[in-house]
C-alpha cells in the first residue's frame, strides 16, 4: 500500500478529468509535471488582460451534453463560434467550405451550381479511384471538394502544418472539416462549444481542486521515486520516450510561435486567420483577444496580442503537438503498445501516450472510461 493511489503524469485535460474523477471517486492523487504550470497545451498566460493561448489555439467543442455540463460546472463558457478566415494571394475566403466560400470562389449562389462545379472537378479522382477508397489526403480532399479547393486552401496549407505531400499522408485528416452547402461559417458541427470566461487555467485549476500537484517534475528523469509514491501511475507523456524510444521515436509535428503584442485594440478582426498559400511561411496568425470578446474587460483592452504559428518537425527537447498517424507511425505505435498492454500498474492515456489526434472534448471523455475501467 503505497501513499497516493494514483500517480498522473501531466496535468493536461486527460490527467486533469483522470485526476478529477478520482477525487470524487474518494482517490488521493498526485499529479506531476515536467513544465513549469498545470495544464498542458491548454494553458494560457495573461498578458496585459488577454488570455493568450500559449499552444496555439483551443476552441473547446462538443456534442455531448455530459461534457458540456461538466465543464460548465467548474467554469462557465462564453458563445464563442469558431469561424476562421483563409488568405490566400491577397484575397479571403470563409472557412470551413460552404456557401460562402463557393460565391467568393465561383461567384456562385445557389447551391445546386456549386454541388455541380464540385462534382466536375471530382470526376477525374472518381475515375482514377475506380471504387476504391481514397487512400492519401490529396485523394481524399479531391473527392471531397474538388480541384479548386484542393489548390487553394488545402493542399499549401497541409503541407506547410504536417511537412509531408498530402499524396504521403492519411486521408483522415481531412475528414474532420464540414463541407456545407449552407451560409455558415461555423468550423464545427458540434452542439456546443465556447471559451471559458478567464481562460482555460480556470477550467484546468477547477478540476484540479482538492487535488495536490507539483510542476517542473520530470518523470522520466525520476521514475523510481515517482513509481514508489503510487499503487498506479497515469502516463499522459509520449509513450516512445516511457520506452526509452526502445524501437526508435513517432514522428509528431510541433509548433513554433513568433508573437507580437501590438498597440491597437484589433489586428485582424477574427480569432483565427489561416494562409494557405505555400510560400506564406507561417500556417495562422491568432489574434487571442477575440476569444474572449465578451468580456468587458477583454474589450477595453488598448493592445492585441498576435501570434504567427510556424509548424516545424518534433526534435527532442521539443513540445510535440500532433502525431503523424501515416501507416509507418502507427505500426510502430502498435510495437510500443504492445509493451503498454503489459504492464499491470501503469496506464496511458491521452494524445502522446495513445498516439493519436483528440480534441478537448473526447479526451476529457476518454480519461473518464479509463478511469471508470480501471477501477
Ligand atoms: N486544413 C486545410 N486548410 C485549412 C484548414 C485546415 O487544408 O485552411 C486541413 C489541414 O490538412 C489540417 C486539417 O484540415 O491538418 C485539419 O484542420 P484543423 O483546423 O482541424 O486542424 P487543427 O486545428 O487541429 O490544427
Redesign the pocket.
Known sequence: MKYYDYLIVGSGLFGATFAYCARLAGKRCLVIDRRNHLGGNAYCENVGGINVHVY??HIFHTSNRKIWDLVNTIVPFNSFINK?L?TYKDKTYN?PFNMNTFRQLWNVECADEARDIINRQRQDVIEKLAGREPEN?EEQ?LMLVGRDIYEI???G??EK??GRLCSE?PAF??K??PVRFTFDNN?FNDVYQGIPIGGYNRLIDGLLVGIETRTGVDFINHREECINLADKVVFTGQIDEYYNFRYGPLEFRSVRFENEDINISDFQGNAVI?Y?ERDVPFTRTIEHKHFEMFGDEVQKCSHTVVSKEFSVEWMKGMEPY?PVNDAKNNNLYLKYKALADSEKNVIFGGRLAEYK?Y?MAPVMERAIETFQSNL
Open positions: 496555439g489555439p476562421p483563409a472557412l489526403l480532399a486552401l488545402i493542399k496549407y497541409t502544418q504536417w499522408l485528416i481531412i474532420r472539416l468550423y489561416n494557405t500532433y489526434y480534441d
